[in-house]
């Protein structure tokens, strides 16, 4: 059964970092494209960073670009997003999501991931 598993997320002032992490079990993670979303209260889901299964590419939404920063460790099956100079409008809950092995597709198009974690709330003050 495939897992998982953000942390990181909390509260923290305008200006800030934080970094989560996403950690996989039950998948073949060296082979698998990740990504993160967000989605904030009342707005749709939508992407915000993504990497190749090699950790060759990453792609990120226009507003994280220098921003954020998506990495991977295959070695230990994990995912993470560094999230520096953050602002009140990235408050929201960010999913990490994986493709199933293998699979390419859109990185950009939460619908072709094939497993989602439960979620991590991260909160800018202002």
């Known amino acids: 059964q495939v897992q998982l598993v953000e942390s990181g997320g909390g509260l923290v002032q305008a200006g800030g970092s934080l970094r989560l992490s996403c950690a996989a079990s039950?998948?073949?993670?060296?082979?698998?494209?990740m990504g993160w979303f967000r989605q904030a209260p009342g707005k749709e889901r939508e992407f915000v960073a993504a990497?190749?299964?090699?950790?060759?590419?990453?792609y990120y939404a226009d507003f994280v670009k220098g921003r954020f920063t998506i990495s991977r460790d295959n070695a230990k099956g994990t995912a993470y997003l560094q999230m520096n100079s953050l602002k009140p409008e990235d408050t929201a809950v960010y999913y990490c999501?994986?493709?199933?092995?293998?699979?390419?597709?859109?990185?950009?198009?939460?619908?072709?991931?094939?497993?989602w974690g439960q979620g991590t709330q991260v909160t800018v003050s202002s």
């Open positions: 990497i190749t299964w090699s950790g060759d590419s990453t």
């Open positions: 999501a994986s493709k199933a092995p293998y699979y390419s597709g859109s990185l950009y198009d939460h619908r072709t991931y094939a497993y």
């Open positions: 039950g998948l073949t993670f060296s082979r698998s494209a």
